[in-house]
């Protein structure tokens, strides 16, 4: 039973414009949830996170959007940079503000292209 | 600081064969993860530590694996009697107990089992 589902496999977008990756999650436990980053051949990459009192975080070019009601959060990153290239991991944890046992979605490869 | 440290980076074994994983967390972080990715899935979380307490283990940590953190400092993953689904790359990961935000992840070790 996937709990958290990343259902786009793959996305391309062009530099400059706007990159959106989508979750969604069934558990009504989860209470924070966390984008990482991964690159080949590296560990995961912490990115940004979201706590469920908040409906909106946002770090520099990365946003996370968080719709409880709908299950369902999201990264916006503007403009989208050829270093963005990579896996994205959505994660949620069944604790407030703290990363403890995470359950990950299966990623999302984002292709930035020139 | 260095990060997250996990060694071997790769690891061949012929089944049936012992093998173990050593990790070395961040200096100050109490809380030590381990997880298990396999191609086209995310990181799936096998036991944590806090200090050298094992608070948590996942039903995916069979008897065949054992994960030790003495003195609460670094850990090892043992899996005896190796089978050829344990092939996956190991990922290490720490954090403080209060921590906001991700864990740090190490770049893992590849297990190959022939």
């Known amino acids: 039973d996937q709990q958290v589902k990343q259902n786009s496999p793959s996305l391309s977008v062009q530099e400059g414009r706007i990159s959106i990756l989508n979750c969604d999650y069934t558990?009504?436990?989860?209470?924070?949830f966390l984008w990482y980053k991964k690159y080949p051949a590296e560990g995961p990459t912490f990115l940004i996170s979201?706590?469920?009192?908040?409906d909106k975080n946002e770090d520099g070019r990365f946003t996370v959007f968080l719709n409880k009601s709908a299950k369902h959060l999201s990264l916006h990153i503007v403009p989208s940079q050829p270093g963005d290239s990579a896996v994205y991991f959505c994660a949620a944890s069944p604790f407030t503000g703290t990363a403890s046992k995470l359950t990950f979605g299966t990623g999302t490869r984002l292709q930035v292209t020139l | 600081d260095t990060g997250v440290s996990q060694n071997p980076r790769h690891k061949i074994t012929k089944r049936g064969q012992n093998v173990t994983f050593r990790c070395d967390p961040i200096s100050e972080h109490n809380r030590l993860y381990w997880y298990r990715q396999t191609l086209g899935q995310g990181p799936e979380f096998l036991t944590y530590?806090?200090?050298?307490?094992?608070?948590?283990k996942s039903r995916l940590l069979s008897d065949r694996f054992s994960a030790e953190r003495p003195k609460g400092s670094f850990s090892t993953l043992e899996i005896q009697r190796t089978e050829q689904g344990d092939s996956a790359m190991y990922l290490c990961?720490?954090?403080?107990?209060?921590?906001?935000?991700?864990?740090?992840f190490g770049s893992g070790t590849r297990l190959t089992v022939v």
């Open positions: 558990n009504s436990m989860f209470d924070y």
């Open positions: 530590f806090q200090n050298e307490a094992q608070l948590e």
């Open positions: 990961a720490s954090s403080l107990v209060a921590g906001v935000g991700g864990y740090t």
């Open positions: 979201i706590s469920s009192i908040k």
